[in-house]
């Protein structure tokens, strides 16, 4: 999935070792606004130290964000995860469209307003065809 916005705020970096494996680890997490007319909000984390480093990502920068979902169970309450594997910035001559999983899927063209417009509304035209 794929989200585009800006970036609002930038959590601590939370780290730790590894039980298992006795592995270092960091995951930091980031949260982005939409630019629709109702802003929606997400919170989504990147893990591993370099993939944090690399991103380097900044409060106000727009950016695009591709992501997975995952939820666990854990006695009995459940929790989900939003974890980049992708993070894009967004140019300053690109527009950023925001993507929901009620958009057309990857991969379709965006209809743009002027590719698909609306009848013009005229009252003075007498043609109506309406049964009221």
Not at 3 to 25: D, F, M, Q, T
Not at 58 to 66: A, D, F, K, L
Request: hydrophobic share 40%; net charge negative; proline share 9%.
């Amino acid at each position: 999935m794929e989200l585009a916005g800006r970036v609002i705020a930038v959590l601590e970096p939370r780290s730790g070792v590894a039980k298992s494996s006795g592995n270092p680890w960091m995951i930091q997490e980031y949260v982005i606004e939409t630019h629709e007319q109702f802003p929606h909000r997400m919170c989504f984390s990147l893990f591993g130290e370099d993939k944090i480093s690399q991103a380097n990502i900044q409060v106000g920068e727009e950016i695009n964000v591709s992501f997975d979902i995952n939820s666990r169970e854990y006695q009995g309450r459940w929790f989900t995860d939003i974890r980049a594997w992708k993070v894009d910035r967004v140019g300053a001559d690109q527009p950023a469209p925001a993507v929901s999983d009620n958009d057309a899927p990857a991969g379709a063209p965006a209809a743009s307003p002027a590719a698909n417009p609306l009848p013009q509304f005229d009252p003075s035209e007498s043609t109506d065809d309406l049964p009221f």
